[in-house]
């Protein structure tokens, strides 16, 4: 690995570490501030966000986008809509595991205990979120593959992380947690399925 890449990924590192500690530290300053400034029509209108922000959504327009490729017989945006979807299985899977594996009570639940629970109940899912992983993954993948449109399409995680907290179904760690591990699965996928694709091409184009 070449140096700058190394100290890339220090950087990288460094960022999550402080976004995780800041998070952890500001959960309940920001549940209350959610709490203090709820509107109904705001909290509808969330609702909606945090309803077509789950994953079923992500895969329709995933196989979608996919259809839309084939049929212009684009291979690389094939390529592209296939990793988002990956990278978007992948993150989903591993916050499901995690879920259950260490319970958190949603900050809606009226409980004493902030860690623990029962690892079968959704009241006991927060951490972290499902809705904001999968699709932090899904877009940030297409962010890596072209930085244009990917950009355009980050503010759509962003609102769901927001929803997801105004609502009460999660925690601001919980939706921090959960967009590094999907930042981490678009990575991932990139770095093994998009980019020795692209390698190959350029070096046959040459």
């Given amino acids: 690995m070449k140096r700058h890449a190394v100290f ?13 500690a800041l998070s952890f530290h500001f959960d309940s300053s920001v ?12 909290r ?39 990793a988002m979807l990956v990278a978007m299985s992948i993150a989903g899977v591993t ?12 900050p809606s639940v009226k409980t004493e205990i ?20 999968a699709s932090t993954a899904f877009f940030c993948t297409l962010f890596l593959a072209n930085r244009r449109i990917g950009l355009a399409c980050l503010p759509i995680p962003i609102l769901i992380a927001f929803s997801r907290m105004y609502i009460g179904a999660h925690y601001l760690s919980d939706v921090i947690c959960a967009a ?16 020795p694709i692209e390698n190959r091409q350029s070096k046959i184009e040459n």
């Avoid at 890339?8 to 995780?20: D, E």
């Avoid at 895969?59 to 049929?71: E, K, S, Y």
């Avoid at 591990?181 to 980019?195: E, K, N, S």
Wanted: hydrophobic share 50%.
């Fill in 180 to 195: 590094i591990l999907g930042i981490l699965c678009a990575l991932l996928v990139t770095h093994f399925c998009l980019r």
């Fill in 31 to 42: 549940r209350e501030f959610m709490a203090q400034h709820q509107s109904h029509a705001m």
């Fill in 44 to 82: 509808n209108f969330m609702r909606y966000v945090s309803l077509f922000g789950d994953w079923p959504l992500h895969v329709a327009l995933g196989l979608l986008l996919l259809g839309i490729a084939w049929i212009r017989d684009s291979k690389k945006w094939m390529r592209i809509f296939l």
């Fill in 95 to 106: 916050g499901h595991v995690i879920k259950r594996t260490i319970p958190r009570p949603r």
């Fill in 8 to 20: 890339y990924w220090l950087i990288g590192i460094a960022i999550a570490a402080t976004a995780v």
């Fill in 114 to 133: 902030h860690w623990g629970g029962s690892r079968f109940s959704s009241k006991y899912h927060s951490f972290p979120s499902g809705h904001v992983g």
